[in-house]
């Protein structure tokens, strides 16, 4: 499958697996870009997944701290996941990086990858439910000592 023609397609197939584990789980209306995201309820934290390079080189898991104009905030999020990386590397059995650009923070799990297949999609749906599963109630502890969610 192409890639950028197969966006919506493939977001459709990801999305109907996807919603038969965690049908509660709010995902973005966007189909046509290289990613898509889980909404946290909190503006510029979600989760997302993310077809990477072009050509395609990989597919992600991600949860992106996108505060606006608060970087520090956004630092302070992602330093308290990376000083757990080990245990979480041991619940997912991948390697967990870490990263971040102007003001923004991501840590991310990465299927490389040049197809847009079966095997990529139900790759990204397993590894979403762990991935969801395991930091949404940290986030939450780490968002409740600091926002009211």
Known sequence: MERQQGY?????MLIEKFNVEMPE?????????????ILTGINGIH?????AGKPLDGFLVALH????DNYYENRRLLDCFES???????????KLQFGGHSNSTH???KKET??????TLDWGVKTMIKFYDTLKPILDEELNKYIKI
Not at 25 to 37: M, N, P, V
Not at 47 to 51: A, T, V
Not at 65 to 68: A, P
Not at 84 to 94: A, L, Q, S, T
């Open 8 to 12: 919506p397609e493939f977001w459709e």
């Open 25 to 37: 789980a709010k995902i973005s209306k966007t189909r046509d870009k290289h990613y898509l995201q």
């Open 47 to 51: 989760f997302e997944w993310f077809l």
């Open 65 to 68: 701290f996108e505060l606006k």
């Open 84 to 94: 757990r990386k080990e245990e979480f590397e041991n619940i997912f059995e991948e």
């Open 107 to 109: 840590m991310f799990l």
């Open 114 to 119: 040049d197809n847009m297949d079966d095997v």
